[in-house]
């Protein structure tokens, strides 16, 4: 079994900023990547940003520049520093991770694991 449980939202005004945190438990053999995605008020989904188990980043150009990704492997955790934020920036972030598992003496790997999610508000 894997969880992801997100944390960090909240209200902050234009320009303010605040930092999500994202942590995987479970019998995890190796993240290979983790990151977040966020669905606006219209229901739009984008990726924000994303970082693989080599470091390697990646930014949507929205939030390129403003927001920072990290992971601390030993903790099996990631965090998105949020700075500078917009109204744009409005919506419900979600954690999701590729992650391999070992079953017994089998590996599964998958990318479609997600956290329920945690709500971002900018104000004007």
């Known amino acids: 079994q894997v969880q992801l449980v997100e944390s960090g939202g909240g209200l902050v005004q234009a320009g303010g900023s605040l930092r999500l945190s994202c942590a995987v438990s479970?019998?995890?053999?190796?993240?290979?990547?983790i990151g977040w995605y966020r669905r606006d008020p219209g229901n739009q989904r984008e990726l924000v940003a994303g970082i693989t188990s080599g470091g390697i980043t990646h930014y949507a150009r929205s939030v390129k520049g403003r927001f920072t990704i990290s992971r601390d492997n030993a903790k099996n955790a990631v965090t998105l520093q949020m700075n500078s934020l917009k109204p744009e920036d409005t919506a419900v972030y979600y954690c999701n991770a590729d992650i391999t598992v070992r079953d017994g003496r089998a590996y599964e790997r998958r990318d479609d694991y997600w956290g329920q999610g945690t709500r971002v508000t900018v104000s004007a």
């Open positions: 479970g019998s995890i053999f190796d993240i290979n990547a």
